[in-house]
């Protein structure tokens, strides 16, 4: 049975007891403790589904092994990285993570941590920015938005997940890049927005790939900031044909208190690589709109140093510590 508890304190007491109960006989690479999966966002949106992904083939790979799913959602993300490294450093917490959030938010400076602070061991996914707007709405495609957003500056609201989030940057790079005046509308997670942009009560939003995948028939995808147009999406026209070299999203990740030692950090990420190449995770990411990528702990100070100076550089954008 999946279990999912909510407050943070459920981590220092009964829960931690059971992560600590051995997995007897547990194959080889499996955890011998059951696992508490911390997301910083709400039910629903993309980090719960892909946890949710996680969950299942981690169970198919090592029975004994409970994923526990909890949640600490608040402030973007905030709320849990800010209290990640309070968690025990035991091999059995891990916190889901995200880039450019971890990046901007500590720049912002309106956050108690910094991105030094958190201890990445794994980035599993990438999801592809994309802009939309509800099926009702009457703008059905990108140049009626375009029309829409130049004839009305300032009316057009679209919604997003958290503030100096990949959704906040990637709807100030549009404006920007198409000389556009939106109001950006933050919800505390893709679950939380969805009702409103499907309901019209925001004219449209900056999201994720598997948000227009799962909402299919309920908005209309209007343009995708991919290399290529999605397989599943092959109507909609990418960033880079509308003369926008626009390639990005949000990625996704796990990180584990800094009292984590080297050794357990290591089992993690592999743990969480051999997931990430099992053909069933491959297949519920291809059907969701995940791109998989494979960072593990060989790869991260380059990968880290890399996407911290580009967004860094990004902040800029968001005018982000000078406000």
Request: with cysteine; glycine share 10%.
């Amino acid at each position: 049975m999946r279990k999912i508890a909510i407050a943070l304190g459920l981590a220092l007491a009964a829960p931690l007891a059971l992560a600590q109960t051995p997995s007897a006989g547990a194959p080889q690479g499996c955890p011998d403790k059951n696992v508490m999966y911390w997301q910083a966002f709400p039910p629903g949106g993309e980090s719960d589904l892909s946890a949710r992904h996680q969950q299942v083939v981690l169970k198919k790979k090592c029975p004994a092994v409970e994923t526990i799913i909890q949640y600490k959602a608040g402030a973007g993300g905030a709320l849990m990285w800010t209290q990640i490294n309070q968690l025990p450093g035991d091999g059995a917490n891990v916190v889901g993570i995200n880039l450019p959030h971890i990046v901007f938010q500590p720049i912002e400076g309106t956050v108690q941590y910094k991105t030094q602070d958190i201890t990445p061991v794994f980035w599993f996914h990438f999801t592809p920015d994309i802009l939309v707007v509800p099926e009702s709405s009457p703008i059905k495609n990108f140049q009626d938005f375009l029309r829409n957003a130049k004839s009305n500056p300032g009316k057009l609201n679209l919604g997003g997940s958290g503030l100096n989030s990949a959704n906040h940057a990637a709807h100030e790079r549009m404006n920007a890049a198409f000389g556009v005046k939106t109001v950006y509308v933050p919800f505390k997670g893709t679950g939380d927005m969805a009702t409103s942009v499907i309901g019209s009560q925001v004219d449209g939003a900056m999201t994720y790939v598997p948000f227009a995948i799962a909402n299919k028939g309920r908005i209309r995808p209007l343009a995708v900031a991919m290399e290529k147009r999605h397989p599943l999406m092959p109507d909609v026209p990418t960033f880079k044909e509308l003369g926008v070299d626009w390639v990005d999203g949000a990625y996704r990740g796990i990180g584990v208190p800094k009292s984590t030692p080297p050794e357990a950090r290591k089992r993690i990420s592999d743990m969480w690589m051999a997931l990430n190449s099992d053909p069933e995770m491959k297949e519920l990411a291809s059907r969701s709109g995940f791109e998989l990528v494979n960072v593990g702990l060989e790869q991260m100070d380059a990968f880290m140093a890399d996407k911290t100076k580009l967004y860094t550089e990004g902040a800029g954008r968001l005018q982000l510590g000078k406000k």
